[in-house]
């Protein structure tokens, strides 16, 4: 079983920049970033597989990105020019190959809010 703990949330001006970090108890097969506003699906924003495999959303290219420190199991997703519309709770996912199956776990949520 894994554990998340996220951190880096806070509140930042149109086209200012923050960093989310996530770190695991364990190593991760893979890692993502997803984020909600309340009454709407998680989507998914970016996602690395091991250290080295990264995909983004393609509201995010060029803007996100997300990079792992292996040492301490944590995966970063620094995000530039951030605008209103990426105000969100964002949530860690680490998939983890445990007892013969892959499995998801969650963070408890980061909030950004971009104020204009």
């Known amino acids: 079983q894994l554990r998340l703990v996220e951190s880096g949330g806070g509140t930042v001006e149109v086209g200012g920049s923050l960093t989310l970090s996530c770190t695991a108890s364990?190593?991760?097969?893979?890692t993502n970033w997803y984020r909600q506003t309340p009454g709407n699906e998680r989507d998914f924003v970016a996602g690395?597989?091991?250290?080295?495999?990264?995909n983004y959303a393609d509201s995010v290219k060029g803007l996100f990105s997300i990079y792992g420190d292996d040492p301490t199991d944590t995966v970063y997703l620094q995000m530039n020019k951030l605008k209103p519309e990426d105000s969100d709770t964002y949530y860690c996912?680490?998939?983890?190959?445990?007892?013969?199956?892959?499995?998801?776990?969650w963070g408890q949520g980061t909030h950004v809010t971009v104020s204009s």
């Open positions: 996912n680490a998939v983890s190959w445990t007892d013969g199956q892959y499995k998801n776990y």
């Open positions: 364990g190593r991760a097969s893979a």
């Open positions: 690395i597989i091991g250290n080295s495999g990264t």
